[in-house]
Each structure stands twice: as structure tokens, then as C-alpha cells.
């Protein structure tokens, strides 16, 4: 299952929750936009223990764009493996240098 983040009203909220329910064994991917030249990065705070974080990458939102060029929008893509259980995934917008400082939260309910 693809939750997409990367567009539209959502993308820029402050505070976004959400729920999902998968089957034991399930393939998750978690997609989010980040522009990380402004220093923010999405982060995966908090995981249940049934869910296992397999990769994490950055790609390019804009697909015609040089992957030279410094600057512009990507989506930061965290590929997770939920087990049977139930519990929150919390990603957080940050500067991971500022202390307690939270640009943007998105919280995934699983069930």
C-alpha cells in the first residue's frame, strides 16, 4: 500500500492524521514532500514495534529535472514492513539541529 503525501492540500498542513487498516506481512510505503535545501527533513519519530523500516530515499518530484540542480521538491519515501499488531507511525518535518522544534507532524494510525 502507497500513503501519498506529496501534493495538493495535504502536503502542507501542519498536523495530519490518518488511518489504515493491513493484513500481517504488509508492504507500506509512506511518501512525503520535502525540499531539502531548506534544511527541513521528514524524520520517522515514532514506530510501533510490528513495523520494521526497510529503506528510506529521496526522489525527485519533478522527473524532467537535472538530479544536479540544488533546490526544488522531492518526496522522501519510507518503505516499512508492518507484522501483525496495531500501534502509530509519527513522521515529523524538522531541522534535526533545533532541539524540540516541529515544522509539521503526520501521524498513521494502523490497525
Same mark, same amino acid.
Given at each position: 500500500?502507497?500513503? =501519498?503525501?506529496?501534493?495538493?492540500?495535504?502536503?502542507?498542513?501542519?498536523? &495530519?492524521?490518518?488511518?489504515?487498516?493491513?493484513?500481517?506481512?504488509?508492504? !507500506?510505503?509512506?511518501?512525503?514532500?520535502?525540499?531539502?535545501?531548506?534544511?527541513? @527533513?521528514?524524520? &520517522?519519530?515514532?514506530?510501533?514495534?510490528?513495523?520494521?523500516?526497510?529503506?528510506?530515499?529521496?526522489?525527485?518530484? =519533478?522527473?524532467?529535472? =537535472?538530479?544536479?540542480? @540544488?533546490?526544488?521538491?522531492?518526496?522522501?519515501?519510507?518503505?516499512?514492513?508492518?507484522?501483525?499488531?496495531?500501534?502509530?507511525?509519527?513522521?515529523? &518535518?524538522?531541522?534535526?539541529?533545533?532541539?524540540?522544534?516541529?515544522?509539521?507532524?503526520?501521524? !498513521?494510525? &494502523?490497525?
Amino acid at each position: 500500500m502507497i500513503v =501519498d503525501l506529496t501534493s495538493g492540500s495535504t502536503a502542507e498542513r501542519t498536523e &495530519l492524521e490518518r488511518e489504515i487498516k493491513l493484513p500481517a506481512g504488509s508492504q !507500506l510505503e509512506v511518501r512525503l514532500r520535502e525540499i531539502p535545501s531548506t534544511g527541513y @527533513v521528514w524524520e &520517522l519519530s515514532a514506530s510501533p514495534e510490528c513495523v520494521e523500516l526497510q529503506n528510506q530515499e529521496l526522489r525527485p518530484l =519533478d522527473v524532467d529535472r =537535472d538530479p544536479e540542480t @540544488v533546490g526544488g521538491a522531492s518526496a522522501v519515501c519510507f518503505q516499512l514492513k508492518v507484522s501483525e499488531g496495531e500501534g502509530q507511525l509519527v513522521f515529523t &518535518l524538522r531541522r534535526p539541529w533545533l532541539e524540540g522544534e516541529i515544522h509539521r507532524r503526520f501521524i !498513521l494510525n &494502523l490497525n
